[in-house]
Nanobody, 127 residues
Framework: QVRLVESGGGLVPTGGSLRLSCAAS????????MGWFRQAPGKEREFVAA????????DYADSVKGRFTISREKAKNTISLQMNSLKPEDTAVYYC????????????????????WGQGTQVTVSS
């Protein structure tokens, strides 16, 4: 059974930075695409960023482009999300997601695209 474990959340002031990490373990990983989503109180879970297994392909939500950077350790199922210039509207629980795929360069941005989910880590940006 796949286990995704996030770390790195916390409380930061507006304009601050945080780095989230996620490690996948426990499953049979062939080609494994991964991503980040977030969910604020009273809102639906939304896409933040995604990265392919290889080829370095990434995708970002418009709301975080230019501020967040997703990265992946080469040949590992470990990803990070560097979040800069944080805003109060970035406050949410951030979830790591993953899925096996046939396509090493594919990125996925839908919540229903992913099979595996972490427990989430809280990010709070104070105004």
């Amino acid at each position: 059974q796949v286990r995704l474990v996030e770390s790195g959340g916390g409380l930061v002031p507006t304009g601050g930075s945080l780095r989230l990490s996620c490690a996948a373990s426990g499953g049979t990983f062939q080609i494994y695409a991964m991503g980040w989503f977030r969910q604020a109180p009273g809102k639906e879970r939304e896409f933040v960023a995604a990265v392919s297994q290889s080829e370095g392909r990434t995708d970002y939500a418009d709301s975080v482009k230019g501020r967040f950077t997703i990265s992946r350790e080469k040949a590992k199922n470990t990803i990070s999300l560097q979040m800069n210039s944080l805003k109060p509207e970035d406050t949410a629980v951030y979830y790591c997601a993953g899925r096996n795929t046939y396509y090493s360069g594919r990125v996925y941005s839908g919540t229903t695209d992913y099979k595996d989910w972490g427990q989430g880590t809280q990010v709070t940006v104070s105004s």
